[in-house]
């Protein structure tokens, strides 16, 4: 196990025989347009029920696609994703990338910064005073931080792959 796996965070390489037109329409039949510039936020958030009977929604201009699972629930680790077709070696290619909402990873990464200064904080007290088992709270804390901010984004993340493979007749480029 590596520490990519752990980051809320992916990057893969989809490969198709398809041609990058087919591709391109096969996003397109399933992917809504957003109704308004901000209905990916309101729509990845839970606010408003989906009124789409696509399981996407985003937008896929030429080669560049960037869309997010239609939801009726609330995830706020709901993955962004991100992807660019080209043509490689008489098949099409897929880079895709996909992350939480830049907001949900500022949120995330100030939250976990302070609470490890919190257990940076406890561990020079427990240095200075001794060693309570109260002390223990911050890195509890720090690693249910951490399992939040991961797990569900990780889950979205494996079913919107699972889709884009599917959709697509797509393999996964497993990298050296």
Same mark, same amino acid.
């Given at each position: 196990?590596?520490?990519?796996?752990?980051?809320?965070?992916?990057?893969?390489?989809?490969?198709?025989?398809?041609?990058?037109?087919?591709?391109?329409?096969?996003?397109?039949?399933?992917?809504?347009?957003?109704?308004?510039?901000?209905?990916?936020?309101?729509?990845?958030?839970?606010? #408003?029920?989906?009124?789409?009977?696509?399981?996407?929604?985003?937008?896929?201009?030429?080669?560049?696609?960037?869309?997010?699972?239609?939801?009726?629930?609330?995830?706020?680790?709901?993955?962004?994703?991100?992807?660019?077709?080209?043509?490689?070696?008489?098949?099409?290619?897929? #880079?895709?990338?996909?992350?939480?909402?830049?907001?949900?990873?500022?949120?995330?990464?100030?939250?976990?910064?302070?609470?490890?200064?919190?257990?940076?904080?406890?561990?020079?007290?427990?240095?200075?005073?001794?060693?309570?088992?109260?002390?223990?709270?911050?890195?509890?804390?720090?690693?249910?931080?951490?399992?939040?901010?991961?797990?569900?984004?990780?889950?979205?993340?494996?079913?919107?792959?699972?889709?884009?493979?599917?959709?697509?007749?797509?393999?996964?480029? #497993?990298?050296?």
């Amino acid at each position: 196990m590596n520490i990519k796996s752990l980051l809320p965070y992916d990057r893969y390489t989809l490969t198709t025989r398809l041609n990058e037109g087919e591709v391109r329409r096969r996003l397109e039949a399933n992917v809504a347009p957003p109704k308004k510039p901000f209905s990916l936020l309101v729509q990845r958030y839970g606010l #408003k029920k989906n009124t789409t009977d696509k399981p996407y929604v985003g937008v896929v201009v030429g080669p560049h696609f960037e869309i997010v699972r239609v939801i009726n629930y609330k995830n706020s680790f709901l993955p962004v994703t991100k992807g660019e077709m080209s043509n490689f070696l008489g098949q099409t290619e897929i #880079k895709v990338k996909s992350s939480p909402h830049l907001a949900v990873m500022i949120f995330s990464g100030v939250w976990l910064f302070m609470v490890l200064v919190g257990c940076v904080a406890v561990l020079g007290a427990s240095i200075n005073d001794g060693f309570e088992p109260v002390m223990l709270i911050p890195f509890g804390m720090f690693v249910f931080g951490c399992l939040l901010f991961t797990i569900p984004y990780k889950l979205e993340a494996k079913k919107t792959k699972r889709f884009l493979a599917e959709l697509l007749e797509a393999e996964e480029v #497993k990298e050296g």
